[in-house]
């Protein structure tokens, strides 16, 4: 093997690089600032400091913008909002209501089902909105059978990702392997060219997640599930010579600590008043307040007032007439990528004037064991957080049926209409046109997106909804990176270092090795990233030992989807996570073992299938 050479801007882009999978594991930074960070860094990198090659510029910084006219980023936005027209025309509800009639005759077979059948769809869309649509669905079931809920969600989740391995189409970790393995001159995979091996070693994990990872999970209740108090909304009526008789508002606030929030302030039929601070309150004056029955019961002795129902004025609260919320019921949302609660705060959503619904709690997704019950309107919502609401059986049933949110309560049936028919209809042109060869993906695609808005199945402001910013430039910024590792010679480089500290294996082995590497970059960075970076040097090291690329190619695809271990590897298991009340040693459990399964089943088939 001939020596291989590093210069100066090779080993800069490779510490950008590795800086740059530091940055996206960090939860404090967003992912998109810390993909434009950097992108600049390298942009103005090469501008400051060009890179010269017998006198001529090799790499430009225009060069690095191709990733936004990139083909496979462009396919991965249009099947984006094609699936988004899936989900909120309720195509897949026929598939649901089967699942639910299902776990309530024979749950042990209902599972097998659930996971298959999400395991095929997330063949041939996103698996976001599979787990979705499902999670409210086994929430209800499994409160209706009174069988664990998190014996079976997270075998659901981690079946998606499995499915999802099996066509070019199945992820978009798939559709950027498969794109630069063509633009790098490589063989051009058809839609189901690996199907037969996924099917095979995926088929051995979802019989594990069927019959042993429930096994394996604790008992786990819901993060928010009868741990918070209702809040009802009642009077407290100011009585001649108690204490908030004559005195303002300022000073009523004061004596309460502070805690204590009024909505309102009724002088007369007519009259309302301004909540100043230097307000007098006068007998017979009422503060419209909300709070837990103990703390206004509390406020109540403390100001000297009489405390009313809100809906019963004519009796005070009592022993015998204790306060009551007719109607009310407390539900879970859990804030999903692209929902209006996500990063932004309840006050920006103003969530409870647009939906009539009150926040009582909420779960932060990053750190299970913590729950915020003060000051909610001001925390700005991640994905994979629930904030658990109060409010009429209506309010929380348009709350569903808007479909811009995933509640999970299990009480109501999905939206469903009657362009469901048309959607499903579209979805499968698009399929079979790029199965079938016809056109490439990304024509059928497009062509389904515009379909899709010309037959009224989505509207353009769900296909806005359905972009994912941190996507769009995790994916341009890794494309750069690569393209500047390989322009540098450092692709190369690492290949060639890889192939020598496993010259003394065999090739099978070094596939082996190659594919576990790419698992457990998969499960600190995210896959996008590890896929990107990976696949140019997964040919180089084919090229080192002159054999068929193509079994390399697809180590890095299987493995950069293997995120099984941790509920950060992949979007799909942040909102698992939380709805499922999970820790992550949970993740490790049942993740470990399927990983191990996996790598194992992969590296004895793909040398048999490539003849290693």
Known sequence: MHPITLDAHGIAVLILTVVALFLFTRDRIPLESSSLAILIVLIAGFQLFPYLRDGERVLAPVDFFAGFGNEALITICALMMVGKALETTGALQPLANVVARA???????????????AAVLSAFMNNTPIVVLLMPILVGVSLRAKFPVSGVMLPMGLATIIGGMST????STNLLVVGISRDLGMHQFSMFEWVMPVAIVGGAGVLFLWLVAPRLLPDRTPPMADTSPRIFSAQLHVREGGFADGKTLSEVLAKADGQMRIDKIQRSESLFLAKLPSVTFQPGDRLFVKDSPENLKHYEQLLGATLFNISDIEHPVDEETPLRAEGQQLAEVVVTRG?????RTLTAARFSVSYGLLPLALHRARAPSSQVTSDLNSIRLRAGDVLLVQGSDEAISNLKDSGSMLVLDGTTKLPHTHRAKRALAVMALVVLAAALGIVPISVSALIGLGLMIATGCLNWRDAANALSTPVVLIIVTSLALGKALMGTGMTEYLAHSFVILTSALPTPMILSAFLLLMTLMTN??????????GTPIAIGIAQQLNVSPEP?????????????????????NLLILSAGGYKFSDFLRVGIPLTIIMWIGFSIILPMLYEL
Not at 339 to 343: A, G, Y
Not at 562 to 571: E, I, K, L, N, V
């Open 552 to 572: 390399f190619i697809l180590a890095v695809l299987f493995g950069a989807n293997m995120s099984f271990a941790t509920p950060y590897g992949y979007q799909t």
């Open 168 to 171: 070019t189409i199945g992820t």
């Open 103 to 117: 776990w309530s005759i024979r749950p042990v077979l209902a599972l097998i089902t659930t996971l298959v059948a």
């Open 339 to 343: 929902s209006p609660l996500h990063l």
């Open 524 to 533: 600190v960075v995210t896959n996008n990233a590890a896929a990107v970076i």
